[in-house]
């Protein structure tokens, strides 16, 4: 198990349905030495930075800059913060494909962690592995998900195995894609990143209401 703090950086992609052109987004999170992510930063097509932060079952998430300093707070399920502490699906506010914000079931079909399907060929990948998901909307079409991850121990990696490529398969076509940019010991400059801001007003919300840098509403528990 490794014992240092982490810095993982991936630059994302969303594929534009309508063939025009993709918007880009850079994700840096926070791990810490048991190996879970407990802070997200995310930039999506703006100077604007959105943050969320995990200390203990709470979840704290602000956005910069701001006028005046803000922080909305929840206490989080476990089952949630399992999921939002790692690397698995994951909606983002940004995507524009299904019925994210309504009220979704996610139904996990397969999990096959030693595919051999070829994809980020560009990747030299020691495992590949490949979740599918049936996606179950009350409102809406239902929609059969792939989240494909290729992964990697080799240096300059710290010897950790680790994602180098993930995409976002729907209903058979690609929608949004992960490449790892940087994976570093993380120094005191980017803790201090990550630390809530000072003086700021905190407001507590129930989860559902809690805006984050990942989903704008609480994501949907994942279902076996």
């Not at 399920?77 to 399992?82: E, G, N, S």
């Not at 979704?104 to 495992?127: G, I, M, P, Y």
């Amino acid at each position: 198990m490794q014992s240092e703090w982490l810095i993982e950086e991936e630059l994302i992609e969303w594929l534009d349905r309508f063939g025009g052109e993709s918007e880009w987004g850079r994700e840096i999170r926070l791990i810490n030495p048991k190996g879970e992510i407990v802070g997200r930063r995310l930039a999506v097509g703006a100077i604007t930075e959105h943050y969320l932060f995990f200390r203990g079952n709470t979840a704290y998430t602000w956005f910069y800059p701001f006028k005046t300093p803000t922080v909305f707070t929840a206490q989080i399920p476990d089952a949630l913060l399992r999921l939002w502490m790692s690397r698995s699906l994951m909606p983002y506010f940004r995507d524009d494909f299904g019925n994210l914000y309504g009220s979704v079931q996610w139904q996990l079909l397969e999990r096959d962690t030693a595919s051999n399907l070829k994809f980020c060929t560009h990747r030299q990948c020691s495992r590949r592995l490949i979740e599918r998901y049936r996606y179950l909307p009350r409102v809406g079409e239902s929609a059969t998900v792939e989240w494909r991850v290729c992964f990697r121990a080799e240096p300059p990696l710290l010897g950790q195995e680790v994602p180098v490529c993930s995409e976002l398969w729907w209903e058979g076509r690609l929608r949004r894609r992960h490449i790892l940019l940087h994976y570093r010991t993380a120094i005191p400059e980017e803790h201090a990143f990550f630390r809530i801001p000072r003086h700021a007003k905190i407001h507590r919300v129930e989860v559902a209401n809690l805006f984050s840098p990942i989903h704008a509403y609480a994501p949907p528990l994942l279902s076996d």
